[in-house]
């Protein structure tokens, strides 16, 4: 029977809710094992119609993950799903059943794999294309240490364009340790998948000489009952199939590079799951591939309709897909890519980059606008930062897009092929800052003091949408080396933007609020919040002054020398960033540097020493003083302490 007509099967009573470890899967029939993975599917509909979250990853690869359940013996063995955002049937299956309805909110489960959650996540993710180097690096202790379990690593066609992925499958194929990769092909990444791997990957599940023979032997085989036919006598006919499959694909990558290929197999018909993952487990050594085909957001009409926009979702009305909330105003990413198509329009010789991410970097709209212009790289940050260097050099004027979590992985290219040799790259770090509820994978918090730190480079963050637009535009006409804007998640202020973006002067500040007492400098997304500090100390007779630094390098050297001089004395530098390397001790180093330490003392804040939980991203700035409030307290607190200052009422602490 063919699965779609068995997803309506239901046995009257919920098998999921038996379920509360793998152990319990391996009890069910195959049938009710269909019935399970149509009570997943509603369960991951219901949940992140709620919470938002990865609706396509995952209902793609229900059955997979039964049949890995139901096959290998987690956790014992170890199942490492790169990304980790097609993990929540997974989670559903390993013990995290009822708290499954927390996911991706405060104090509840990760939308991500998180060994600290669970014993069956043996290895943490949420950055793509790891998984394999994991699972040889785990291969290798598994056998120095005597050990003997199962280690699989489940890759998207995706995350296999990662650079890191490749390399990965160099050395497996060298070091030919026992580990079987699943390739989850669902022929796309976020977007559509690109380049000359995902060709070759359709290439493969299309050849339908062999698919054909592969299926017939496949059925002979599972006509002899069991008992006429010995264990021997599969791994023969297996080893013809694998004969004639190497006969019919001329050459098969994965076998080249040292890899056994099995496959292609339809990821969601349980049997053939079962069945050649049982054969994998039991008759197979050294590294193997099994190539899956799955369908993204396979069970929800809306999802595989349109699996982009519900690769990662908010909430939304679950009969429809509709999101449940518009946006009152349009989000920085938005603005951004506007304002680089604007560019475009401007000056031919913009193109814009993207590694995997064009819609959620706004750059649907250059793509449909100038396609030709617009490079989706896969997911490739290196790759992307050291091609846009190239076109730097060579006369274009490239829009690097990347958000901030991910540009981390191309640190050593921004040095070594973009500010050592000046090229003029203009990068665009979306989502820098605390994203929410994707968690401490995906905050932006490292790129003010890993992008400060390198000579050459401009960082500019701004206040608002309008000023980002400005920024953009300054960006274009800027050619003395790389420069870059950080922005946040989401919607901003929601000021109109000016019908002609001006260019801001480089290095630049802008003082929003004039005061005597104190003076916050703040930049980016902390302006606002530092601003309507300022308006409640005015209540209490504190007048604060408050600075927009947009410029985080160069800083406005001719206004700190100023302030220093003749303002207040007491400064507090707020940032949405990592406190270590970040702005605020750029503030401090150049008081250092000129001499005025005596002079002036600082108070930093920004994100702490730690890693950021998941959560919304108020309740995430909250909970780090990084809101109003406790921008306000801290100044309160600093006023209080400071010997000499003017009575303030003493601070109460937040729990
Ligand atoms: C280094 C890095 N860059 C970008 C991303 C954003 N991202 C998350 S999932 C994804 C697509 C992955 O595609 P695939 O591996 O095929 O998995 P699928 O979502 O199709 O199941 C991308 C680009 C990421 N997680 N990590």
Not at 212 to 230: A, F, G, H
Request: contains cysteine.
């Amino acid at each position: 029977m063919p699965p779609q007509a068995l997803w309506g099967y239901n046995f009257g009573v919920s098998i999921l809710e038996g379920i509360n470890s793998p152990e319990d899967i391996r009890k069910l029939s195959v049938k009710e094992l269909y019935q399970l993975a149509s009570e997943i599917r509603e369960t991951l509909i219901d949940v992140t119609s709620r919470n938002g979250g990865h609706l396509g990853p995952s209902p793609g690869v229900v059955e997979l993950t039964i049949a890995l359940h139901y096959i290998y013996d987690s956790p014992r063995d170890k199942i490492i799903w790169d990304v980790g955002h097609q993990a929540y049937a997974h989670k559903l299956l390993t013990g995290r059943r009822e708290r499954f309805h927390t996911l991706r909110q405060l104090n509840g489960i990760s939308g991500f794999t998180k060994p600290e959650e669970s014993p069956h996540d043996p290895f943490g993710a949420g950055h793509a294309s790891t998984a394999i180097s994991a699972a040889l690096g785990m291969a290798i202790a598994r056998d120095m240490m005597g050990e003997d379990y199962h280690i699989i690593a489940v890759v998207g066609d995706g995350a296999l364009t990662g650079g890191m992925a490749m390399e990965a499958l160099n050395h497996g194929g060298h070091l030919q340790k026992r580990i079987l990769l699943v390739l989850n092909d669902n022929e796309r990444s976020i977007a559509e998948n690109v380049g000359g791997l995902s060709n070759y990957l359709a290439k493969l599940s299309a050849n339908k000489l062999y698919n054909r023979v592969k299926d017939d032997i496949r059925e002979l085989l599972n006509s002899i009952p069991d008992n006429l036919i010995t264990r021997k006598a599969k791994t023969v006919a297996w080893k013809v199939k694998e004969s004639l499959k190497n006969l019919m694909i001329p050459t098969v990558i994965f076998e080249e590079l040292g890899w056994r290929y099995l496959g292609p197999v339809n990821g969601h018909d349980l049997d053939q799951l079962i069945d050649i993952l049982e054969h994998i487990k039991y008759f197979t050594d050294g590294p193997v591939v099994l190539h899956v085909i799955t369908q993204k957001g396979k069970g929800y009409e809306p999802a595989m309709r349109d699996p982009e926009r519900f690769h990662g979702t908010g909430p939304f009305v679950k009969e429809s897909g509709e999101p449940l909330k518009k946006p009152s105003s349009p989000s920085y990413s938005e603005v951004y890519g506007s304002a680089v198509l604007r560019a475009a329009e401007a000056d031919e010789r913009v193109v814009a980059i993207t590694a995997a991410m064009c819609l959620g970097t706004g750059l649907a709209g250059f793509r449909e606008r100038f396609p030709e212009r617009l490079f989706d790289v896969g997911i490739a940050e290196q790759h992307a930062v050291t091609f846009s260097a190239a076109m730097a050099m060579s006369g274009l004027i490239p829009f690097c897009t990347i958000y901030s979590t991910f540009l981390q992985r191309a640190f050593d290219q921004i040095i070594h092929d973009v500010a050592l040799q000046r090229a003029p790259v203009r990068f665009g770090l979306d989502r820098a800052g605390l994203v929410g509820d994707d968690g401490p994978t995906h905050h932006g918090s490292f790129d003010i003091a890993y992008l400060r730190m390198v000579p050459n480079m401009v960082v500019m963050a701004p206040k608002d949408e309008d000023e980002l637009a400005d920024m953009v535009w300054t960006m274009l006409h800027y050619e003395s080396g790389p420069i870059s804007v950080r922005y946040p998640r989401g919607s901003g202020p929601g000021v109109p933007i000016k019908d002609e973006p001006e260019i801001i002067p480089v290095g630049r500040w802008e003082i929003v609020k004039p005061g005597s007492d104190l003076a916050i400098l703040a930049t980016g997304s902390m302006v606002y919040p530092a601003l309507s500090a300022a308006s409640e100390l005015e209540k209490e007779g504190v007048s604060a002054e408050v600075i927009n630094a947009r410029f985080i390098k160069p800083m406005d050297e001719e206004l700190l020398l100023a302030l220093a001089e003749g303002g207040p004395s007491l400064w507090i530098t707020v940032e949405e960033g990592v406190l270590a390397g970040g702005f605020g001790s750029g503030v401090a180093e150049f008081l250092e540097e000129k001499g005025l330490m005596g002079k002036v003392r600082v108070r930093r804040l920004g994100i702490p020493d730690q890693f950021i939980t998941h959560g919304t991203r108020d309740e995430l700035l909250r909970m780090i003083g990084l809101d109003s409030q406790g921008i306000l307290e801290a100044v309160k607190e600093t006023l209080w302490q400071k010997k000499g200052a003017r009575a303030v009422a003493r601070p109460k602490r937040r729990s």
